[in-house]
C-alpha cells in the first residue's frame, strides 16, 4: 500500500529554517515523480517543488533561492529544506507522488500524504 | 506562468442534482508531446487532496463514474452527474504543463 507521512512542520520565527521529510512506504522514491505543495489559511493550493527521478528539481518563484527539494534514497524519504522563512510561508505542507497513467507520467499527483503545518511568526 | 481560472467560486448543489465547475487557462495547455496534463482533484474538510481525473477526462482509480472531465485547450469542464453528500469539498483543477504547476483558485460544492 502506498503512504506518504510527513513530519517537521511547527512553529518558527521569521528567518528561520525548517526541514520537513516525508517518508514513503510501497514505492520507490528515487524511481518517482515527486513534489510539494502547500495550502495556507484560508487559500488554495500552492505548488511549491519538483523533483523528477533523475534529480532535476524546479521550484515556484516565491521559494526560489530559500528552498530546496531533496531526498534520501536509503530511507526512501523526500525532504523539503526551508531557509528565511517568511510569514507568507505558513501554511499546511503536503507532499505528493507523480501519478503513471498507462506507463507514462499523467501530470497528476496520485497520493498525497495529510500533510504538516507550519507556522511562521514572532 | 499560466494562471488557471475556476468558476463558480461557490456551487450550492440539490442532492442527486447535476454540478459542473468550469477550468479555464490562460493559455493553451497542449504539451508539445501532444499531451495535455489537466487534473482535477477533490479537497474534503480536513483531508488532504484527492486526484479524481487526470489527463483531461481519465478518471483515477476507484473514482466514482458520476465524476467526468472533458474540454480541449483552454477550456476544461468537471461534472458531477449526481451529487451526493460526500462530495461536499473544494474542487482544484491544476495544470502540469509547463512549469510553474499551477492550480485553479478552487470551488466549494455544498449542499443546497
Known amino acids: 500500500e502506498v503512504q506518504l507521512v510527513e513530519s517537521g512542520g511547527g512553529l518558527i520565527q521569521p528567518g528561520g529554517s525548517l526541514r520537513l521529510s516525508c517518508a514513503a512506504s510501497g514505492f520507490t522514491v528515487s524511481n518517482s515523480y515527486m513534489s510539494w505543495v502547500r495550502k495556507a489559511p484560508g487559500k488554495g493550493l500552492e505548488w511549491v517543488s519538483f523533483i523528477y527521478s533523475g534529480g532535476n528539481t524546479y521550484y515556484a518563484d516565491s521559494v526560489k533561492g530559500r528552498f530546496t527539494i531533496s531526498r534520501d534514497n536509503s530511507k526512501n524519504t523526500l525532504y523539503l529544506q526551508m531557509n528565511s522563512l517568511r510569514a507568507e510561508d505558513t501554511a499546511v505542507y503536503y507532499c505528493a507522488r507523480g501519478h503513471y497513467g498507462s506507463g507514462t507520467y499523467s501530470g497528476a499527483f496520485d497520493y498525497w500524504g495529510q500533510g504538516t503545518l507550519v507556522t511562521v511568526s514572532s | 506562468d499560466i494562471v488557471m481560472t475556476q468558476t463558480p467560486l461557490s456551487s450550492p448543489v440539490t442532492l442527486g442534482q447535476p454540478a459542473s465547475i468550469s477550468c479555464r487557462s490562460s493559455q493553451s495547455l497542449v504539451h508539445s508531446d501532444g499531451n495535455t496534463y489537466l487534473s482535477w482533484l477533490q479537497q474534503r474538510p480536513g483531508q488532504p487532496p484527492r486526484l479524481l481525473i487526470y489527463?483531461?477526462?481519465n478518471r483515477f482509480s476507484g473514482v466514482p463514474d458520476r465524476f467526468s472531465g472533458s474540454g480541449a485547450g483552454t477550456d476544461f469542464t468537471l461534472k458531477i452527474s449526481r451529487v451526493e453528500a460526500e462530495d461536499v469539498g473544494v474542487y482544484y483543477c491544476?495544470?502540469?504543463?509547463?512549469?510553474?504547476?499551477?492550480f485553479g483558485g478552487g470551488t466549494k460544492v455544498e449542499i443546497k
Open positions: 489527463k483531461i477526462s
Open positions: 491544476m495544470q502540469a504543463t509547463q512549469f510553474p504547476l499551477t
